[in-house]
């Protein structure tokens, strides 16, 4: 496994491939928001969803991979620093993976 930055979040191509085609079936996006939210009592989750073109949040960092927008806002960043967002098929499952060191 490669070695994970503490400043940085990455992405596989497996997961800039996955978000480009979900973005091809979806013209209103401007591209695709991840981050961590509160789940549960004391848990946190990951989520993506489509960023409307209309509802862009200025706070937002925004990571250029190719056409492909990702936007991460402040507090999702700092959990996700260090980071790899990875795209993952094995059999039925198969979806998007945060590999987080932090967690």
Same mark, same amino acid.
């Given at each position: 496994m490669e070695k994970f930055s503490s400043k940085e979040l990455r992405f596989s191509e497996k997961a800039i491939?996955?978000?480009?085609?979900s973005l091809v079936n979806n013209s209103k996006s401007d591209g695709i928001? $991840?981050? /961590?939210?509160k789940a549960?009592? *004391? %848990?946190f989750e990951y989520f993506f969803e489509f960023v409307d073109v209309s509802l862009t949040n200025t706070?937002?960092? $925004?990571f250029n991979e190719g056409?492909?927008? $990702? &936007? /991460?806002?402040?507090? *999702? =960043? !700092? &959990? =996700?620093? %260090?980071? =790899?967002v990875d795209y993952s098929?094995? %059999?039925?499952?198969? %979806? $998007?993976?945060?590999?987080?060191? !932090?967690?």
């Open positions: 491939s996955h978000f480009r085609s928001r $991840i981050g /961590v939210r549960g009592c *004391s %848990g706070n937002d960092f $925004i056409d492909c927008k $990702i &936007y /991460v806002d402040q507090d *999702s =960043l !700092n &959990y =996700l620093k %260090g980071s =790899l098929e094995d %059999g039925f499952n198969q %979806g $998007i993976k945060f590999h987080n060191p !932090n967690a």
